[in-house]
Nanobody, 125 residues
Framework: EVQLQASGGGLVQPGGSLRLSCSVT????????MAWLRQAPGKGREWVSA????????YYEDSVKGRFTISRDNAKNTLYLQMNNLKPEDTGVYYC??????????????????WGQGTLVTVSS
């Protein structure tokens, strides 16, 4: 059974930091490009960041550039998202997913990719 277990969300004040983790089992993690997406309350799902299989290529949505860092540890089958200088507009449920679509600019998951269950990030004072 394939499982993507996201964790690390929580309540943080504006300007604070969180580190999300996504533990992957049931697939060969190292052969999959990966992505983080988020869904704010009442809004659609939004692509946030992606990383290639080896971790040497990373991609970011403009609003998170310079604040978020995506990384992976293929030996631990784990994907990470370090989020610094968090803003209220970063609030949402964050999902990790395999990303089989290459748009020409970044990797993106299809509906048939593997998805985690999401972890809630709330940025509020």
């Amino acid at each position: 059974e394939v499982q993507l277990q996201a964790s690390g969300g929580g309540l943080v004040q504006p300007g604070g930091s969180l580190r999300l983790s996504c533990s992957v089992t049931g697939i060969t993690f190292g052969v999959w490009d990966m992505a983080w997406l988020r869904q704010a309350p009442g809004k659609g799902r939004e692509w946030v960041s992606a990383i290639n299989t080896s971790g040497d290529m990373t991609y970011y949505e403009d609003s998170v550039k310079g604040r978020f860092t995506i990384s992976r540890d293929n030996a631990k089958n784990t994907l990470y998202l370090q989020m610094n200088n968090l803003k209220p507009e970063d609030t949402g449920v964050y999902y990790c997913a395999t990303a089989s679509i290459y748009t020409g600019d970044y990797y993106y998951p299809s509906e048939s990719d593997y998805w985690g269950q999401g972890t809630l990030v709330t940025v509020s004072s």
